[in-house]
């Protein structure tokens, strides 16, 4: 289930362009020497992995504490529905949520954040800017939240959050050096797949939490473990 994160940031790295693509743009690399190129945009990607890692423990934490009132099944089952729900419904029905003006103060506040820090080159701006990416939110970022929560653990929430972060690097730094080759019918045929494995992720987190005796996919005794491990202490 964790390696989900990772194919859900790879297929929708497109995404990822189209939302944070200008940041990448823009970003202030050495054209000119290599190495320095190099340590800039890892720094960079570094960032974003340790935002995305840290919103991973939050929410991990959130599923966990879910889960020690005996709700991990419903908990994964509840995540995998909202998932499949939220792709298939239109994208206009949230759009105009009024809960939703607290989001857009928060992003307003981060892009100005990282209009200042674009100006700068030192290894920090850097981190900054992919930092301060990395807490952007996006459709694609909800879903890998979701993700998240329903591995109802801090250390695992971090994780897939990571690695939906590792899966986003390569096209991310190909958008750095090549983003005009990146064409909208490209985009298109490639986003394409990204509603298909959001549903087969929530599938999984459905069976996840059915409890059919499938070993690691859908185990049967998901609240024994929990409880077991609260008997330790």
């Not at 959130?62 to 419904?89: C, D, E, K, W």
Request: glycine share 12%.
């Amino acid at each position: 289930m964790i390696w989900a994160g990772f194919i859900l940031g790879l297929l929708g790295s497109l995404h990822c362009i189209g939302m944070c693509g200008p940041i990448a743009f823009m970003l202030p690399v050495d054209r000119n020497n290599s190495g320095k190129r190099a340590s800039q945009i890892s720094t960079y990607h570094l960032g974003r992995l340790l935002a995305y890692s840290g919103i991973g423990v939050l929410f991990g934490l959130i599923g966990r504490s879910l889960t020690l009132f005996g709700f991990q099944q419903q908990l994964s089952i509840a995540i995998g529905v909202l998932m499949i729900v939220i792709v298939i419904l239109p994208y206009s029905r949230f759009r105009h949520n009024t809960l939703s003006k607290p989001l857009y103060l928060f992003v307003s506040r981060i892009k100005s954040a990282l209009g200042s820090t674009l100006k700068k080159r030192t290894l920090s701006a850097f981190f900054s800017i992919g930092f301060l990416n990395g807490l952007l939110p996006c459709g694609l970022v909800y879903m890998a939240v979701f993700g998240a929560i329903g591995t109802a653990d801090i250390l695992h929430g971090a994780v897939f959050m990571f690695l939906f972060g590792l899966g986003t690097v390569p096209l991310m730094t190909a958008a750095i050096f090549i983003g005009k080759l990146f064409t909208p019918k490209r985009k298109k045929q490639i986003q394409k797949l990204i509603p298909v494995m959001v549903i087969i992720i929530g599938v999984l987190f459905i069976v996840r939490g059915l409890g059919l005796g499938i070993p690691y996919l859908s185990p049967t005794e998901i609240n024994d473990v929990v409880s077991s491990q609260m008997n330790c202490h």
